[in-house]
């Protein structure tokens, strides 16, 4: 089950009731791009009046890239530096990172990565801690 976007309206204006000091609201998962309520929480996070920071980590695969035009309007709405996608990596070599999600991954979370840097996203990779040289 996901969270709906009438979830996360209703938190945001609890925050902003209470006078929390939120800046940033990050979406993390799973996948956020699983979640056909994103675009409007997306929407609703970047349009408050406070000018709040979104951060969306996801994996850069295919659930992404069926929100490409959705992630372009977001963009050119509210602008890249206030939208920030964190790309999760396992690994820096795709063979170890493919033992955490599947073959083919490691390639596919770069072209994701590569289409969002192309597009003038604000991107951050978070890597995992774990690895040895032997796994």
């Given at each position: ?16 009731a209470l006078g929390a000091p939120v800046e940033t609201v990050g ?64 690994h820096l070599r795709a063979d170890r990172h493919d033992l955490e999600r599947g073959p083919g991954s490691f390639v ?28």
């Amino acid at each position: 089950m996901y969270l709906s976007a009438a979830e996360v309206a209703a938190f945001l204006d609890e925050a902003e009731a209470l006078g929390a000091p939120v800046e940033t609201v990050g979406f993390t998962g799973g996948e956020p791009f699983m979640n056909r309520a994103l675009p409007a929480m997306l929407v609703d996070v970047l349009a408050r009046p406070c000018r709040l920071t979104a951060i969306v980590r996801t994996n850069a695969m295919a659930p992404l890239g069926q929100k490409r035009a959705t992630l372009l309007a977001r963009r050119d709405r509210f602008g890249p530096e206030r939208l920030i996608l964190r790309v999760s990596l396992d690994h820096l070599r795709a063979d170890r990172h493919d033992l955490e999600r599947g073959p083919g991954s490691f390639v596919n979370a770069m072209e994701g990565l590569a289409w969002l840097a192309r597009e003038g996203f604000t991107v951050h990779v978070a890597g995992r801690a774990g690895f040895t040289e032997e796994t």
